[in-house]
């Protein structure tokens, strides 16, 4: 059973950190990009940042330079360090593993950054 377990959500103040962490099982690690995205309420689930089998990495403009992903290939887990977050970061944060065939999702951690 494919099964993506995303962890480290919280409340956080302006300026605070947080790093997610996200457990796949079920399917080959190495064979799937992982990515990052989030959905603030009322608004539609947008990319965060992903990191490919190579350890290519890519990030939304609205978190370059704050966000860093990352990846334990031994631990088989992919995190999301969050830095100076803002209020605007406050969102659910969701974990997913993709191939040009396949698409898993996590349910989700809440993350809410308070100003």
């Known amino acids: 059973e494919v099964q993506l377990v995303e962890s480290g959500g919280g409340l956080v103040q302006a300026g605070g950190s947080l790093r997610l962490s996200c457990a796949p099982s079920?399917?080959?690690?190495?064979?799937?990009?992982i990515g990052w995205f989030r959905q603030a309420p009322g608004k539609e689930r947008e990319g965060v940042s992903c990191?490919?089998?190579?350890?290519?990495?890519t990030y939304a403009d609205s978190v370059k330079g704050r966000f860093t992903i990352s990846s334990d290939n031994a631990k088989k887990r992919v995190y999301l360090q969050m830095n100076s977050l803002k209020p605007e970061d406050t969102a659910v944060y969701y974990c997913?593993?993709?191939?040009?065939?396949?698409?898993?999702w996590g349910q989700g951690t809440q993350v809410t950054v308070s100003s």
């Open positions: 997913n593993a993709f191939t040009t065939s396949e698409d898993y």
């Open positions: 079920g399917f080959t690690f190495d064979d799937y990009a």
């Open positions: 990191i490919d089998h190579d350890g290519s990495t």
